[in-house]
């Protein structure tokens, strides 16, 4: 077995028509093997039939508990939503509401279950499970995720350890979130993966793109790939054909898909001996 082995991830499956136009190009044309499918998104329809023409696709479960349309009526989780029954993008406060108020934990765990469920009704194979904006590193919502998943055939998960080294060589830029990424989470990850292993749950050893979310081009790819270590790293992308409602408006998402379609991109991955993989 190669020593360095390479998941290749899009998130978002579902968020729009155009995310998944790009999913499936980068599957069927690039080096793209994985997704995670945005249950309550407004174009998840569309991406399940998509995924269901593409057997070779793995398609995982991504949780969204925050900046996300919730699968369940506003009516029946008013502590989680905001006035116009969204999902706000308030990871610090939610955070703490998710630890601290028991109320909020019960909505939350409705929520989480009624995206499981929602999944399964699709008839896809359940690849991993992660979380939107990597919610589910908190130890609440990671807690619930496990317990519920066990329900559903849960068997991997994706860590967001992005290592300091290896991130930073590969760019030189952003220092403080780099090595706050990588070195300020260690105690979150390493309570993380204590909690997988016991629970059987298999998982990457690293996350790539983190902190060049929007901003996966060729070039940064390529860079990547020269810088990584021995084992399963994972590198996540958000591709799209056009710009879609939501978008942060700095997001290169066309760039994004060129990089998974472009032929040196899998030439390089050949060329350094490194092995695709899933989960």
Same mark, same amino acid.
């Given at each position: 077995?190669?020593?360095?082995?390479?998941?290749?991830?899009?998130?978002?499956?579902?968020?729009?028509?155009?995310?998944?136009?790009?999913?499936?190009?980068?599957? /069927?044309? @690039?080096? =793209?093997?994985? %997704?995670? !499918?945005?249950? &309550?998104?407004?174009?998840?329809?569309?991406?399940?039939? #998509? *995924?269901?023409?593409?057997?070779?696709?793995?398609?995982?479960?991504?949780?969204?508990?925050?900046?996300?349309?919730?699968?369940?009526?506003?009516?029946?989780?008013?502590?989680?939503?905001? /006035?116009? @029954?969204? =999902?706000?993008? %308030?990871? !610090?406060?939610? &955070?703490?509401?998710?630890?601290?108020?028991?109320?909020? #934990? *019960?909505?939350?765990?409705?929520?989480?279950?009624?995206?499981?469920?929602?999944?399964?009704?699709?008839?896809?194979?359940?690849?991993?499970?992660?979380?939107?904006?990597?919610?589910?590193?908190?130890?609440?919502?990671?807690?619930?995720?496990?317990?519920?998943?066990?329900?559903?055939?849960?068997?991997?998960?994706?860590?967001?350890?992005?290592?300091?080294?290896?991130?930073?060589?590969?760019?030189?830029?952003?220092?403080?979130?780099?090595?706050?990424?990588?070195?300020?989470?260690?105690?979150?990850?390493?309570?993380?993966?204590?909690?997988?292993?016991?629970?059987?749950?298999?998982?990457?050893?690293?996350?790539?793109?983190?902190?060049?979310?929007?901003?996966?081009?060729?070039?940064?790819?390529?860079?990547?790939?020269?810088?990584?270590?021995?084992?399963?790293?994972?590198?996540?992308?958000?591709?799209?054909?056009?710009?879609?409602?939501?978008?942060?408006?700095?997001?290169?998402?066309?760039?994004?898909?060129?990089?998974?379609?472009?032929?040196?991109?899998?030439?390089?991955?050949?060329?350094?001996?490194?092995?695709?993989?899933?989960?």
């Amino acid at each position: 077995m190669a020593k360095k082995q390479l998941i290749v991830t899009a998130d978002d499956f579902g968020a729009a028509v155009s995310v998944n136009e790009a999913i499936e190009l980068a599957h /069927r044309s @690039g080096i =793209l093997s994985t %997704t995670c !499918l945005l249950v &309550g998104g407004l174009a998840a329809d569309d991406a399940v039939a #998509r *995924a269901k023409r593409m057997p070779a696709l793995r398609v995982g479960l991504h949780v969204a508990v925050t900046d996300a349309r919730p699968v369940l009526d506003p009516s029946q989780i008013p502590l989680l939503v905001d /006035r116009e @029954g969204q =999902l706000p993008l %308030t990871l !610090l406060r939610s &955070g703490f509401a998710f630890y601290f108020q028991p109320a909020v #934990r *019960a909505q939350l765990q409705d929520e989480i279950r009624a995206q499981f469920a929602a999944f399964a009704r699709t008839g896809l194979a359940l690849d991993h499970v992660n979380g939107h904006n990597h919610i589910h590193i908190h130890p609440t919502v990671q807690e619930l995720i496990l317990d519920i998943g066990k329900e559903y055939g849960l068997r991997a998960m994706r860590v967001p350890y992005e290592p300091f080294g290896p991130s930073w060589r590969s760019a030189h830029d952003d220092l403080a979130a780099r090595f706050g990424l990588g070195v300020g989470l260690l105690p979150m990850i390493g309570a993380m993966r204590s909690r997988l292993r016991r629970g059987g749950i298999k998982a990457n050893d690293y996350l790539f793109g983190i902190c060049d979310t929007g901003r996966m081009t060729a070039a940064r790819t390529l860079e990547i790939l020269h810088q990584l270590p021995d084992g399963i790293s994972e590198i996540h992308f958000h591709p799209a054909t056009a710009r879609w409602p939501g978008m942060p408006s700095t997001a290169r998402c066309e760039e994004e898909l060129a990089a998974l379609t472009n032929p040196k991109i899998a030439q390089a991955v050949d060329d350094l001996g490194i092995q695709p993989a899933t989960f």
